[in-house]
């Protein structure tokens, strides 16, 4: 199946500073990656759509000048955490669209998991 | 936006027993895929499955689009299986996805 990649995946950093993830598709192009963010013991609740080329779309209540997402090419999109505060400490997990047969399905990085101190 | 449900919310099974999980969604959807999130975080792709029957192995899955649920069998359940569930679906075949809550799945050996 298709593989997606993610990298840190773990990160603890201090207050104020900026994070970076990468999220990277291993064997497909993905035109549209997803980022998503999960609470302890929550679903997983999309923050944006990226895509690749263009300005990411941003879920109602996520901050588009706090999460820079870039997507610069078919393969790979970033997310940074400007200015990061501990209640940004949360597990980030991004997806790729990609096609099997006739069908788009999404599959998912394995997460980053990042604590503000 | 589509609501999404999922039941039971917690499941505790002995190794060897069935279980079927469900999800309801509260409009028509072209895209619905179920998900298995192992302890360490990782979604593991288990069906796509916006409309019929599908079967893996030891699972297998049935979406009724007109009705709006589908429902996610494992049969003989093992150790291995523990983690959480998620029912995802979106308006079109590769659109964004609304996840429903989760079931906690437990198999105790």
């Known amino acids: 199946g298709a593989v997606v990649s993610q990298h840190p995946s773990r990160v603890i950093c201090k207050s104020g500073t900026s994070v970076k993830i990468e999220c990277r598709s291993l064997d497909f192009q993905a035109t549209t990656m997803f980022w998503y963010r999960q609470f302890p013991k929550q679903s997983l609740m999309l923050m944006a759509t990226s895509n690749e080329g263009s300005k990411a779309t941003y879920e109602q209540g996520v901050e588009k000048d706090k999460f820079l997402i870039n997507h610069a090419s078919l393969t790979l999109s970033t997310l940074t955490v400007t200015s990061a505060h501990p209640e940004d400490s949360s597990f980030y997990i991004c997806?790729?669209?990609?096609?099997?047969?006739?069908?788009?399905?999404?599959?998912f990085g394995p997460g980053t998991r990042l604590l503000v101190l | 936006g589509i609501q999404v449900e999922q039941s039971p919310p917690d499941l505790i099974l002995q190794e060897g027993a069935n279980s079927t999980l469900r999800c309801n969604f509260s409009?028509?959807?072209?895209?619905l895929q179920w998900f298995h999130q192992n302890p360490w975080g990782q979604l593991i792709n288990l069906f796509y499955i916006p409309s019929g029957t599908k079967q893996n192995g030891r699972l297998s899955a049935t979406t009724v689009a007109t009705e709006r649920y589908s429902l996610l069998y494992i049969s003989s359940s093992q150790t291995t299986d523990s983690g959480v569930y998620f029912c995802?679906?979106?308006?079109?075949?590769?659109?964004?996805?609304?996840f429903g809550e989760g079931t906690q799945l437990t198999v105790n050996p």
């Open positions: 409009d028509s959807v072209n895209n």
């Open positions: 995802a679906v979106g308006e079109t075949s590769g659109s964004r996805l609304t």
């Open positions: 997806s790729a669209r990609g096609r099997t047969g006739i069908t788009e399905t999404q599959y």
